[in-house]
């Protein structure tokens, strides 16, 4: 990360100083991450939190992507002090989504740098998460565990209606969640729900009859 400053910055700082005493020092999550069942604070409750108080103290704060980058600046109104600085996008993926993704994360971590704010006693988990597989790893024991009972890429595509490289969290916490049921047959089958609360044989071919 790249620093600038103006040559004065003493007002800036004053007003920051007086920023951070109402802001204290952290900030209750009220996300949650499915993938590593932790909470996280959403860029909208970060900045919420924020820049009312800013606003108060006559400070600015202000981010602009590059690209592959992200622009920070904090301004006092006042005086035009301002000390501004450079984040370079860690990317998982060189696409749209994996822009937006890296874009939202360095955006909220950045500003709650800036103003020395944890995200409570579950910031540990963030950063263990950090070291966890990549997506396209998790994707791959995700579409292993689920050939395992049988139930092959193909179908989880079916079910979620697009292409697995394209899952969301929220898609992979319902095949989780499926997967659980799945490998715990009920009745005689194991891959439809409709059957998995069917008694017996004669109760599945009646479903059968009415699909």
Aim: charged share 35%; hydrophobic share 35%.
């Amino acid at each position: 990360m790249e620093l600038k400053q103006t040559a004065e910055t003493s007002n800036l700082k004053k007003a920051w100083f007086k920023a951070k005493a109402e802001l204290k020092t952290s900030i209750e999550p009220d996300s949650n991450n499915p993938h590593f069942k932790s909470k996280f604070i959403n860029l909208d409750q970060a900045l919420k939190r924020i820049n009312p108080v800013l606003q108060k103290h006559k400070l600015g704060l202000m981010q602009w992507p590059t690209g592959t980058g992200l622009i920070t600046s904090l301004f006092h109104e006042p005086t035009g002090e301002e000390i501004t600085s450079y984040y370079e996008l860690l990317l998982e993926k060189k696409n749209a989504q994996g822009v937006g993704s890296a874009l939202t994360y360095a955006k909220r971590h950045i500003i709650l740098a800036m103003f020395a704010m944890s995200a409570g006693v579950e910031e540990d988990d963030d950063g263990e998460a950090s070291l966890e597989d990549s997506l396209d790893d998790r994707i791959k024991k995700m579409v292993d565990a689920f050939a395992g009972i049988g139930i092959s890429q193909e179908d989880l595509e079916d079910r979620i209606k697009h292409p697995i490289k394209y899952i969301t969290g929220k898609e992979f916490e319902d095949l989780g969640a499926y997967f659980k049921e799945a490998k715990e047959p009920k009745g005689t089958s194991k891959l439809n729900d409709k059957f998995a609360k069917a008694d017996d044989q004669k109760d599945i071919k009646e479903i059968r009859k009415k699909a």
